[in-house]
């Protein structure tokens, strides 16, 4: 995966601050301070980004910060960059494992691929 940062633009709402990217229409995030909606933005960010991948939909490389235009029916309060994680392409490796382990795993996963690249996502979370 490739990190990647989106810019977004944090606005007044009637209950607090929203997010939105220019980029990534349908994406957004809010939050009661301008810092909550800040943090959300990361959450939905990398939900979009998953989704998006899921589906096979086209993912636009981010616009650069300084060139989105400003809309004058938006109350802007910030901007920000937002960290993202790109997927990279698939790469074919050879793993050890023991034999009831797997098993174990083709009971419960229709793909050991994926189920194992789901379970190092996991962990590394866990460890961050």
Known sequence: MATVHYPAVIERADDGFSVFF???PGCTSAGATVQE???AAEEALS???AV???YGDVIPA???LDIIARDP???EVARILVRGERPGRVVR???SIDEGL???IDRVAKNRSGFLAEAAKAKLAAMA
Do not use: C, N, Y
Request: charged share 25%; aromatic share 0%.
């Open 22 to 24: 220019p980029d990534l």
């Open 37 to 39: 909606a800040a943090l």
């Open 47 to 49: 939900g979009h980004l």
């Open 52 to 54: 998006s991948i899921e």
């Open 62 to 64: 981010p616009t650069e």
């Open 73 to 75: 029916d938006v109350d």
């Open 93 to 95: 490796v050879q793993v």
């Open 102 to 104: 797997l098993a174990r």
